[in-house]
């Protein structure tokens, strides 16, 4: 298998790769001296960022690699990764990557069209080649899929077998725990078939009160999780979270929280609004004062047009005609008329006299907020219990829309101007102050002494971290959550915020630790639901065919349970030609109402697996990758050296 990119995600799929499934990687990477324009300088921080990012590959990749003297190295097929640089994944390194007899090829470069180069490139040398490809565009991601698929029907292929193509995003991946860390109460959740499933975390039970029931209970939190000095659980440390305990395992864990599976209900679209692709909403057009102006003038004419039909004995429709004309001054004198006729003449006059300073300050306000509908707004006045969200770069603009959906108010910090994230927050109208976070002031503009959370997403790990310092030092009990790469480092981190500030909340996330096992699962052709983090851990929602898998197929439910690696937890009820290709996906009204059933979560331990069903599994890393990776022998490649790419 090939893994070609140009940041952390790039290691972490091939460390993923080489330790769960133990597949032979080759890593390729842009050459930090050849990855520039011909005769333009490299300047040194230029020099020292490529070089950093290839020393964060290298750490990731080498992290997993077994060493020489492994006894079980004559027998074992262990996952090894070979690191190739190249400036551009273009034809030349491809081929040079040997991408002709490779399984699955994984372009997970920052810039989608590196990535959608390259993907055409490779399915030109090899047709039957699974990609699997990182887009931010959604929508070009699907009309990518269709395209390569049908290239791979083209040359006499099934697209449905081995050249399959995935589009993925990490930020979309991500998003969602990112987003629930900055909110208390919060919980994960998983999309799948038109279902939401929360992952909520419970407090220990004390005394009688007893806890709602739950369809699985998916992990039990370290010991140190309420320890302010303990460490948030991780692969590496000895204290780390229990996940899919038994029965057993949960009763005797007491004192200790849980996270458990609940279900949520039906996702339902929401529909766009009538007036959602204007530039600014139509209720900010105008402020209450005037709209309450325009109503009691509307009023005003009413009560005129109803004394005119009492008075004057009129139709309603005359008697308002003639109130309109008397309101804009065009109808002649009542001179020879009544007396009430008259004293109404005068009343509508003197309400048209009001219109018009009405109609002047509507005309300003409305232009004013057009205007001021392309300018970012500044934090009002007032603004508390909020949450800052650091970075509107590719995470930072997706987790914004995720806080949006959820009606959190969110104020914005940025140094670029131009950032990816400026125009989502301009068309949210959601606060913004643009300024360097590690200058004085800027957090304080953003109103941080008031506000809730704090979420530092920026790719800068220092930056993030000086952001987090700076923000515990004006409110020690903020609950934060910062994006940090390297694990042993954000381990380090958690543990000095929690026992200088035991009260405040603080989570570190890794958006390519939470990508990494979805990319992973889609190059060896599963598909993956959601990833859910418990602490430092990552939990997999899998869509896996119970055919051809002994540890599922005939068993029963409670049988083919696997403390520690994975669990059946929904069964696909769907006849096999009527299934969706991609349980994740949404469903409009009419194709929902059209399925004549769906997922069952609610399993009956006994009901025994068959061939032709599809399961959900919740599973770890590892547990999926026993049960989907192939665990092939040297021998049985017939290869001495048990290389293969």
């Not at 060896?524 to 869509?543: N, Y």
Request: some cysteine.
């Amino acid at each position: 298998m090939v893994v070609s990119g140009d940041d952390a995600l790039a290691g972490r799929l091939a460390a993923e790769l080489a330790e769960v499934y133990r597949e032979c990687i080759t890593l390729l990477v842009p050459d930090i001296h050849q990855g520039r324009v011909p005769g333009a300088p490299f300047s040194g921080r230029a020099f020292s960022r490529a070089s950093a990012l290839l020393g964060r590959m290298t750490s990731a990749v080498t992290r997993t690699t077994p060493p020489a003297d492994d006894p079980s190295g004559d027998d074992a097929f262990e996952g090894e990764v070979r690191l190739q640089q190249a400036a551009q994944p273009d034809d030349e390194a491809l081929t040079a990557a040997r991408i002709g007899s490779a399984r699955a090829l994984a372009l997970v470069h920052e810039d989608d069209e590196t990535n959608i180069h390259a993907a055409l490139r490779a399915r030109r040398i090899n047709p039957g080649l699974r990609l699997v490809i990182r887009l931010y565009n959604r929508k070009l991601g699907q009309h990518l899929e269709e395209l390569l698929n049908q290239a791979a029907q083209l040359a006499g292929l099934d697209a449905s077998a081995d050249a399959t193509v995935t589009v993925l995003s990490d930020t979309d991946t991500a998003a969602p725990a990112l987003a629930a860390t900055a909110v208390a109460g919060t919980s994960k959740v998983v999309r799948a078939d038109g279902i939401l499933l929360r992952a909520r975390e419970r407090s220990p039970q004390t005394g009688t009160r007893v806890a709602a029931p739950a369809l699985a209970t998916l992990a039990l939190l370290s010991a140190t999780v309420s320890n302010p000095a303990g460490a948030e659980g991780s692969d590496l440390s000895g204290d780390g979270p229990s996940l899919l305990p038994d029965d057993a395992e949960v009763a005797a864990a007491t004192g200790r929280e849980t996270i458990v599976l609940e279900q949520v209900g039906h996702a339902k679209p929401l529909p766009p609004g009538r007036f959602s692709g204007w530039g600014a909403p139509l209720g900010s057009l105008f402020s209450p004062r005037l709209r309450w102006s325009i109503a009691g003038l509307a009023a005003a004419v009413i009560a005129l047009t109803v004394t005119a039909m009492i008075v004057t004995g009129e139709a309603p429709l005359h008697a308002a005609y003639m109130t309109l004309l008397d309101l804009f001054a065009i109808n002649e004198p009542e001179v020879e008329g009544t007396t009430g006729r008259q004293i109404l003449q005068l009343l509508t006059g003197l309400v048209g006299l009001l219109l018009l300073p009405v109609l002047v300050a509507a005309a300003l306000e409305g232009l004013g907020t057009f205007r001021s509908a392309s300018v970012l707004r500044r934090p009002p006045r007032g603004v508390s219990g909020h949450v800052v969200l650091l970075g509107l770069g590719k995470i930072g603009s997706r987790v914004l829309a995720q806080l949006h959906e959820m009606n959190i108010q969110v104020v914005c910090v940025e140094e670029d101007p131009e950032a990816r994230g400026i125009p989502l927050a301009r068309r949210l109208r959601v606060p913004t102050v643009i300024g360097d976070v590690t200058v004085e002031g800027v957090l304080e503009a953003a109103k941080i002494q008031r506000a809730r959370a704090l979420l530092a997403l920026t790719s800068v790990d220092t930056t993030n971290l000086e952001a987090v310092l700076y923000a515990r030092a004006i409110k020690p009990n903020l609950r934060v959550g910062l994006r940090l790469f390297d694990d042993e480092f954000a381990t380090a981190v958690y543990r000095t915020l929690r026992a200088a500030h035991p009260r405040g909340l603080t989570r570190s996330r890794s958006v390519s630790t939470l990508a990494a096992p979805a990319f992973a699962s889609a190059m060896m052709g599963r598909q993956i639901l959601g990833a859910i983090p418990v602490e430092r851990r990552v939990l997999l929602f899998a869509a896996v065919e119970v055919e051809g898998r002994p540890e599922l197929q005939d068993r029963t439910v409670a049988e083919s349970f696997r403390p520690g690696s994975w669990r059946v937890v929904a069964l696909d009820a769907t006849s096999p030609g009527d299934r969706l290709p991609d349980l994740s996906a949404s469903l409009s009204a009419e194709a929902a109402g059209d399925r004549s059933s769906g997922l069952v979560w609610d399993l009956h331990p006994g009901y025994v697996l068959r061939a032709e069903d599809r399961v959900v599994l919740a599973a770890t890393r590892q547990g999926l990758g026993e049960l989907l990776g192939r665990r092939r022998t040297r021998r049985d490649e017939g290869d001495p050296a048990g290389r293969r790419t």
